[in-house]
């Protein structure tokens, strides 16, 4: 099968990928994955994105830190982070934002860590990928006073309404969907995967989480991004292969692939 998209945001780097990684690698180029972008969020996931990058050519890595971690950010962190985004597999900055859901540090010091690492991304050049949980206004906010146009980056999971699309849109952002758009009542994120400009759209597992339907419970994996493309798809009333090809192409020129 060939090799059109792109699983944006995945984490391989987990335990629950502890086994079987490199199984799962095989079973997503078997659905037509092609490259994939392993986040790391945390001193360990970090490392091990990194050792995944460096054995597979088309897997790359975005290392951040991840906002249920910002209690635990400090100058060493920042200057080993500093560091570790130098590598040449390391495309992007992330996933950093606000997570008001699990509220596991303080508002202003998750805001101060992301403030702290859209400086460090604008520094570097390199795009941001954002996490947002029951924070889209202050996300929002954040990102709209620090300026992150030239960077730009992505919506990660996008969860908002077409409302909030658009004011990321205008912020220089993608939007990424991810298996939440197979659920019935997901209408909003329907909603978005219809209306967002086809150029500004990219797909995501997030796995081992939100694994799409007919999989929704169980772990997700990279081979199902191939679900994503296709409920968009359908929802646009285009085909797969356009989806999967524009989405690539995205990516690759978000991340500076083109020629790579």
Known sequence: MDKLLFDTHTHLNVDAFADDADAAIVRAHEAGVGRFAVVGFDADTIKRSLELSAKYPEIYSIIGWHPTEAATYTAAVEDSLMALLEEKKVVAMGEMGLDYHWDTAPHDVQAKVF???IAIAKELELPISIHMRDAIEDTYRILKEEDVRDIGGIMHSFSGDVNYMKKFLDLGMHIS?????TFKKATEVHEVAKAA??????VETDAPYLAPVPFRGKRNEPAYVRYVAEKIAELRGQTFEQIALQTTENANKLFGLDDK
Do not use: T, Y
């Open 197 to 202: 400009p086809i150029e500004k759209l990219l």
């Open 115 to 117: 403030r702290r690492q």
């Open 177 to 181: 969907i991810s298996g939440v758009v």
